[in-house]
């Protein structure tokens, strides 16, 4: 199943991540020449968003791909 949320919405990553084995995540700012206001939403506080979702979830596997 796949699932396409805010991942800055710790709510709403709890409410996906509900009785779930695995997640995957993959969201973030990929533009090189984003500024880090630009990035700093998504690609940290979105993280640690889903990293915080996952475990109290009980998520059992957590992948994530960052560059």
């Given at each position: 199943?796949?699932?396409?949320?805010?991942?800055?919405?710790?709510?709403?990553?709890?409410?996906?991540?509900?009785?779930?084995?695995?997640?995957?995540?993959?969201?973030?700012?990929?533009?090189?020449?984003?500024?880090?206001?630009?990035?700093?939403?998504?690609?940290?506080?979105?993280?640690?968003?889903v990293?915080?979702?996952?475990?109290?979830?009980?998520?059992?596997?957590?992948?994530?791909?960052?560059?």
């Amino acid at each position: 199943m796949s699932t396409v949320l805010d991942v800055t919405d710790g709510d709403a990553c709890r409410a996906a991540f509900a009785g779930a084995d695995a997640v995957v995540h993959l969201a973030a700012v990929s533009d090189p020449e984003a500024s880090w206001e630009a990035l700093h939403p998504a690609n940290v506080m979105g993280t640690y968003q889903v990293v915080q979702a996952a475990v109290h979830c009980r998520v059992r596997r957590l992948v994530l791909a960052s560059s």
